[in-house]
């Protein structure tokens, strides 16, 4: 186990590089840019959302090599004055180099249209983002357990049946489309106006008392977590189902029951230990998933000012840094966790064997 152990974290910065190149390949070829976004605003030619009615980058470095549209009729002194600014006046190989570099160190650069380095803003927004996932995460598994539990002690019942439609919803929907239903149905939409539609928090919230804030907290929780436990429960519940059942046909269960325990006994004394163990070393995996695919849509749709609405806005501008700074701890923290996953599989069963599959 320790030789793959050393094989994942060697892999790590490899798989580091190749997503930061990849995407650095990517934003190069696309159109736009902050310097043409500057030079678009100099000439009156920004729309309000911020996108560019004065053409793109002609040329995919972005440098000073480069030509744009939006520069026609503009000093070029001045152009080359803003490319150096965004530091567009060096080659992409260039400035790929240097940041990789900087990455080393945790270097993340600091924000193009904000005064303040990427890592520190990132620190600002992560505890919105943590609490939505560890409360959805949580609430996950506080619903997904016992409902599988109940669907493997029932199988092919009624009640197995008809919990599987939801289990199907949950499957087939994702969360964003149930976050649109509920603001709809509860945020003042088209019915009822029970709930808040956007931040974590009310503006006034620094006058209220400790139950006050917490309530008021719990209050603005309520849908954008609901919306991501509807769209995550769904793998979770079969997943503990098949655990369950794949235990409930062992040996050591018909032995239980011929001894004379009791049902209960039995399926909490003996069979929850052994099937829990899977589902309970899945929980990183759960949290990644969480955290970095299902929380971005809600975070825009309920205007939550977390990580996944900051990097949404930061593509909108074309803040680079604050891009790939989001890219690469992102990056770095799920293939972290995702290894943490593997070795929590294999701590809680050591009949799960990474090492010998990638023999």
């Known amino acids: 186990m320790l030789s793959y152990i050393i094989r994942r974290i060697a892999l790590i910065p490899l798989t580091l590089f190749g997503i930061i190149a990849l995407n650095f390949i990517i934003v190069q070829m696309a159109p736009g840019g902050p310097v043409e976004r500057v030079l678009a605003q100099v000439k009156g030619l920004a729309t309000n959302s911020g996108g560019l009615s004065g053409g793109s980058e002609i040329s995919s470095g972005g440098g000073s090599h480069g030509m744009y549209r939006g520069a026609q009729g503009l000093d ?16 992409p190989h260039e400035r790929f180099i240097l940041m990789v570099k900087n990455y080393l160190s945790f270097d993340l650069g600091q924000s193009f249209y904000r005064t303040i380095d990427v890592g520190d803003l990132i620190l600002e927004k992560l505890p919105v983002s943590i609490s939505i996932g560890l409360w959805s995460t949580l609430i996950i598994y506080l619903i997904s ?3 599988g539990i109940a669907k493997a002690v029932r199988d092919g019942s ?16 994702p969360s964003f489309m149930f976050a649109i239903v509920l603001i709809v149905v509860f945020a003042g939409g088209s019915y009822l106006n029970w709930f808040p539609l956007r931040g974590l928090t009310s503006d006034n919230w620094a006058s209220f008392s400790t139950w006050g804030k917490i309530t008021d907290y719990l209050w603005h929780l309520i849908l954008p977590v609901t919306a991501m436990t509807i769209g995550g429960f769904a793998s979770l519940t079969m997943l503990t189902k098949n655990c369950f059942l794949d235990e409930i046909n062992k040996q050591y269960v018909l032995t239980a029951k011929a001894k004379g325990l009791t049902r209960n006994r039995v399926l909490y004394g003996h069979i929850f230990r052994n099937a829990m163990l899977v589902v309970i070393a899945g929980f990183p995996a759960t949290l990644v998933a969480t955290l970095f695919t299902g929380s971005l849509l809600i975070e825009v749709i309920f205007s939550l000012d977390g990580l996944g609405l900051l990097g949404y806005q930061a593509i909108l501008d074309r803040d680079y840094p604050v891009v790939f700074g989001t890219l690469y701890l992102f990056s770095l923290l799920g293939l972290v966790l995702n290894l943490i996953s593997d070795l929590t599989y294999h701590m809680v069963d050591p009949r799960i064997d990474f090492e010998a599959r990638a023999a």
């Open 76 to 91: 070029p002194a001045f152009v080359k004055e803003i490319e150096k600014q965004f530091g567009f006046d060096k080659p």
């Open 145 to 147: 357990i016992p409902l």
């Open 158 to 173: 009624r009640f197995d049946v008809g919990t599987s439609y939801v289990v199907v919803v949950g499957y087939a929907v």
